[in-house]
């Protein structure tokens, strides 16, 4: 039964070993090959991602039904300098042979003498700092990360806003296809005309009468030797003069004479 056990148990291991490589694969291949297309969002979701399973793999450490790893020994009974095809495809091409070389980095249980020493070097020293010294230094770095998270925030909403002012509108698209429309096309625009735009002369307007009376006098009047092209002129002066019909004025007195003496006729 415990070994039954112990074999689920490292299955679900190498499964969850197998899923956390090829996300790690994964985002090291978008570092080196699509850095330049690179977002921040994608790489704050890659790093979720690798949390997640890092997550699920301690609890299946931690599992009740987990036996203890430590217990068990691992032996290794060959050692050979032969390249070995079957630890080649366990690999995946990583460890050619199983050899007294690699047998202590693969098989240790402990960490390098070097990265040990510096552990227990760090542990000393942080024995030799007060309870005192050491909240002052959590709250002093406690204060700094604050003010740091602050200061992104505030840049992130002057961002944000930066943003809005850019895509805000400032006109309404409705209206401006409306008026294109209008002017291109005069779609919408009414075809009536406004009362007294028309050639008629309405009976009821003051004076309407005796311009039109000057106009049909005046058009009667002789021009021996006058140009054919004063007649419009003459006739204009006449309505002109809405307020005296029947009597000649001097401009149109003046004109008359001096058409008649110009220097062209004879």
């Not at 415990?2 to 499964?15: F, H, V």
């Amino acid at each position: 039964r415990e070994e039954k056990q112990l074999e689920l148990t490292l299955e679900a291991l190498i499964s969850q070993v197998a899923d956390l490589k090829n996300s790690l694969v994964s985002f090291i291949y978008k570092l080196e090959n699509e850095y330049d297309r690179l977002t921040w969002p994608s790489v704050l979701d890659s790093f979720a991602l690798l949390s997640g399973q890092l997550n699920t793999l301690n609890k299946v450490l931690k599992h009740e039904k987990t036996p203890l790893l430590r217990n068990q020994v691992i032996i290794p009974l060959v050692l050979s300098p032969d390249r070995d095809e079957e630890i080649m495809r366990q690999t995946e091409g990583r460890v050619p042979v199983f050899s007294h070389e690699v047998v202590p980095d693969h098989l240790r249980t402990k960490p390098d003498p070097e990265v040990e020493e510096q552990e227990k070097q760090l542990i000393t020293d942080a024995a030799r700092i007060s309870p005192d010294v050491a909240q002052k230094q959590i709250q002093s770095l406690n204060k700094m990360c604050s003010n740091l998270l602050e200061k992104i925030s505030k840049e992130e909403r002057e961002s944000e806003s930066g943003g809005l002012r850019q895509n805000k509108q400032t006109f309404n698209p409705a209206d401006t296809n409306a008026l294109v429309a209008a002017v291109a096309f005069g779609k919408g625009l009414s075809n009536r005309r406004p009362p007294g735009s028309g050639g008629s002369v309405q009976s009821g307007q003051p004076g309407a009468g005796a311009i039109i009376a000057g106009a049909s006098g005046m058009q009667q009047v002789p021009m021996s030797g006058a140009p054919a092209q004063q007649q419009p002129m003459l006739a204009g002066v006449q309505m002109a003069q809405a307020g005296q019909p029947g009597k000649m004025p001097t401009g149109i007195k003046t004109n008359i004479k001096s058409a008649s003496m110009h220097p062209y006729q004879r």
